[in-house]
Nanobody, 115 residues
Framework: QVQIVESGGGLVQPGGSLTLSCAASGFAFSSRAMAWYRQIPKNEREWIATISLGGTVPNYQGSVDGRFTISRDNAKNEVYLQMRNLKPDDTAVYYC????????WGQGTQVTVSS
C-alpha cells in the first residue's frame, strides 16, 4: 500500500531556508509525477510544485517560483523541496504526494516562518 513520510520541517526566521524530504513506497515511484502541497489551518490544501517522472521538468505555483526548488531521486524513492527566502505566508503543513495525488496522504511536516 502507499506510504508517504515527509520530514525536515521546523521553525525558521523570515529569509531563512529549509529543505523538506519525502520518502515514498508502495507504488511505482518512477512512473508517477510527484508534487508538494501545503495546507494552512481552515484552508484547503494547495498545490505548490510538481516534478516530472525523470526529474527534469519542474513546475511551480507563482508564489514560490524562484524561491523553492523541487527535485527527486528515483533510486531512493525520495522527493525534496528546497525552500529559500522563506516568508511568514509560507507557514503551513507541507505534504508530498503524486500528481495527481493518491487518496492517501502522509502526516505532513510543519513549517513555521516567524521571527
Amino acid at each position: 500500500q502507499v506510504q508517504i513520510v515527509e520530514s525536515g520541517g521546523g521553525l525558521v526566521q523570515p529569509g531563512g531556508s529549509l529543505t523538506l524530504s519525502c520518502a515514498a513506497s508502495g507504488f511505482a515511484f518512477s512512473s508517477r509525477a510527484m508534487a508538494w502541497y501545503r495546507q494552512i489551518p481552515k484552508n484547503e490544501r494547495e498545490w505548490i510544485a510538481t516534478i516530472s517522472l525523470g526529474g527534469t521538468v519542474p513546475n511551480y505555483q507563482g508564489s514560490v517560483d524562484g524561491r523553492f526548488t523541487i527535485s527527486r531521486d528515483n533510486a531512493k524513492n525520495e522527493v525534496y523541496l528546497q525552500m529559500r527566502n522563506l516568508k511568514p505566508d509560507d507557514t503551513a503543513v507541507y505534504y508530498c504526494n503524486a500528481e495527481p495525488p493518491f487518496d492517501y496522504w502522509g502526516q505532513g511536516t510543519q513549517v513555521t516562518v516567524s521571527s
